[in-house]
């Protein structure tokens, strides 16, 4: 059996002096015995790590067993994207038209492409001069047709939703029910579509809910193109032939206009983190991809090049191995993913400049993952002397990660007291 010792280390703080460090440990050590033993009924199938505001450890308990790391793994990600990209890095969407009058809406896969930039995109086509469209074609070629990502099959709750190209508000609908039952829009912003109505029927009556779009791609582009039409008559454009296309770009056509997302991506990365939205992390991992190799983007590509960008930033092996961070895709439900807590302590880090863009709760600011049987928290405490990074990884039926939490911020409590 490992001593107290050798499962935890001590922060001896670089500017004391000997008296100091000693009155440090000796008044903190029976509180770090007891948080020791009670860490250690809590973390069962898991591994925990608290480190100082300078790097020490406070704690490290199982940090070396791989583990599935479930949504944490939006916080690499992030940091990958903005990395590569740039925090000032922007989506487009691009307009085209051809000698029949038609216009092709091409994605390149905008993740918040939402129903108020259809509005002002639908106003600002018609300020050029558009005044007629003969057919409204969708291309999401941008993807290849068949992503390697995992989804949870049968699941209509907008977390689950299909990555693609061109989709619009998360490829999600929001319903709702008026006072005689009737299907309604869930939001102000967006008009009830056919394709909103064709999910609505599907759903008992009840309170408003956000569904996703399916696993049928065709029907997440009847929605954009249903979208479309919508405010560019709203903006006086004609739309004549009101059938759906979907095509694919080819000389024919001539750009006329790109939108540029009125997000940056920083915002988009802080929204993804604060709802743990895996269609925007998976859209961001294929957007890393499509910037190495360009379109149409495969997973293939993208997995190599968030390879390369972890190992780039957190050092070799990050993004292949096991014992440090092995990841294949953005979202964090492929189960067999896998990090240490000593490897993901590393990508916190790195990540400390970004810290502000995790959520806040209580003092923390923290990411979750959660999976059938993985409850897990990364993240940082927040005190006077600094950040104090903390990695919980727990893969078990049950969910001590709140008990645990608590015990680490005890520890940082009462390591703040000390003078």
Request: aromatic letters at 10%; glycine letters at 8%.
């Given at each position: 059996?490992?001593?107290?010792?050798?499962?935890?280390?001590?922060?001896?703080?670089?500017?004391?002096?000997?008296?100091?460090?000693?009155?440090?440990?000796?008044?903190?050590?029976?509180?770090?015995?007891?948080?020791?033993?009670?860490?250690?009924?809590?973390?069962?199938?898991?591994?925990?790590?608290?480190?100082?505001?300078?790097?020490?450890?406070?704690?490290?308990?199982?940090?070396?067993?791989?583990?599935?790391?479930?949504?944490?793994?939006?916080?690499?990600?992030?940091?990958?994207?903005?990395?590569?990209?740039?925090?000032?890095?922007r989506?487009?969407?691009?307009?085209?038209?051809?000698?029949?009058?038609?216009?092709?809406?091409?994605?390149?896969?905008?993740?918040?492409?939402?129903?108020?930039?259809?509005?002002?995109?639908?106003?600002?086509?018609?300020?050029?001069?558009?005044?007629?469209?003969q057919?409204?074609?969708?291309?999401?070629?941008?993807?290849?047709?068949?992503?390697?990502?995992?989804?949870?099959?049968?699941?209509?709750?907008?977390?689950a939703?299909?990555?693609?190209?061109?989709?619009?508000?998360?490829?999600?609908?929001?319903?709702?029910?008026?006072?005689?039952?009737?299907?309604?829009?869930?939001?102000?912003?967006?008009?009830?579509?056919?394709?909103?109505?064709?999910?609505?029927?599907?759903?008992?009556?009840?309170?408003?809910?956000?569904?996703?779009?399916g696993?049928?791609?065709?029907?997440?582009?009847?929605?954009?193109?249903?979208?479309?039409?919508?405010?560019?008559?709203?903006?006086?454009?004609?739309?004549?032939?009101?059938?759906?296309?979907?095509e694919?770009?080819?000389?024919?056509?001539?750009?006329?206009?790109?939108?540029?997302?009125?997000?940056?991506?920083?915002?988009?990365?802080?929204?993804?983190?604060?709802?743990?939205?895996?269609?925007?992390?998976n859209?961001?991992?294929?957007?890393?991809?499509?910037?190495?190799?360009?379109?149409?983007?495969?997973?293939?590509?993208?997995?190599?090049?968030?390879?390369?960008?972890?190992?780039?930033?957190?050092?070799?092996?990050?993004?292949?191995?096991?014992?440090?961070?092995?990841?294949?895709?953005?979202?964090?439900?492929?189960?067999?993913?896998?990090?240490?807590?000593?490897?993901?302590?590393?990508?916190?880090?790195?990540?400390?400049?970004?810290?502000?863009?995790?959520?806040?709760?209580?003092?923390?600011?923290?990411?979750?993952?959660?999976?059938?049987?993985?409850?897990?928290?990364a993240?940082?405490?927040?005190?006077?002397?600094?950040?104090?990074?903390?990695?919980i990884?727990?893969?078990?039926?049950?969910?001590?990660?709140?008990?645990?939490?608590?015990?680490?911020?005890?520890?940082?409590?009462n390591?703040?007291?000390?003078?």
């Amino acid at each position: 059996m490992r001593s107290s010792v050798d499962r935890y280390s001590f922060v001896l703080w670089p500017c004391a002096s000997c008296l100091n460090v000693l009155a440090v440990i000796s008044l903190s050590l029976p509180f770090i015995v007891c948080a020791q033993e009670e860490l250690n009924d809590l973390v069962g199938n898991g591994a925990v790590v608290l480190l100082s505001p300078v790097g020490e450890a406070v704690v490290s308990l199982n940090a070396d067993t791989p583990l599935i790391p479930a949504s944490l793994l939006k916080i690499p990600l992030a940091q990958a994207a903005l990395s590569a990209l740039g925090e000032d890095y922007r989506f487009e969407t691009q307009f085209y038209r051809n000698e029949c009058g038609d216009l092709l809406v091409r994605g390149l896969g905008d993740p918040f492409l939402v129903s108020e930039d259809i509005a002002v995109i639908a106003k600002r086509l018609s300020q050029q001069g558009l005044q007629r469209i003969q057919r409204l074609v969708m291309d999401d070629s941008a993807f290849e047709p068949e992503l390697d990502l995992p989804r949870e099959a049968g699941v209509d709750d907008p977390y689950a939703a299909r990555n693609s190209a061109l989709a619009v508000n998360f490829n999600t609908v929001s319903l709702a029910w008026n006072a005689e039952q009737q299907i309604i829009s869930g939001e102000q912003e967006t008009p009830l579509t056919e394709v909103a109505r064709l999910l609505g029927k599907t759903l008992a009556p009840g309170q408003p809910r956000r569904v996703n779009m399916g696993a049928n791609p065709e029907l997440g582009l009847a929605q954009v193109q249903q979208l479309f039409a919508y405010f560019l008559n709203d903006a006086g454009v004609v739309l004549a032939d009101k059938t759906f296309y979907r095509e694919v770009l080819t000389d024919e056509w001539t750009l006329i206009y790109r939108y540029r997302s009125s997000r940056p991506l920083r915002d988009i990365v802080a929204g993804m983190l604060r709802y743990s939205n895996n269609f925007i992390a998976n859209q961001l991992f294929l957007a890393l991809g499509a910037h190495a190799s360009g379109y149409p983007v495969t997973s293939e590509a993208a997995q190599e090049a968030l390879e390369r960008e972890l190992a780039e930033l957190y050092g070799s092996g990050f993004g292949r191995n096991s014992d440090k961070l092995f990841m294949t895709e953005g979202s964090g439900l492929a189960r067999h993913q896998r990090t240490t807590a000593s490897g993901f302590v590393r990508v916190l880090e790195r990540f400390a400049p970004y810290a502000n863009l995790l959520p806040a709760f209580d003092g923390a600011l923290r990411k979750s993952g959660t999976l059938t049987g993985v409850f897990n928290y990364a993240g940082f405490f927040t005190a006077a002397e600094g950040l104090y990074p903390f990695v919980i990884i727990t893969n078990q039926a049950e969910n001590n990660r709140d008990e645990l939490l608590n015990e680490l911020e005890r520890l940082v409590s009462n390591f703040g007291a000390v003078p």
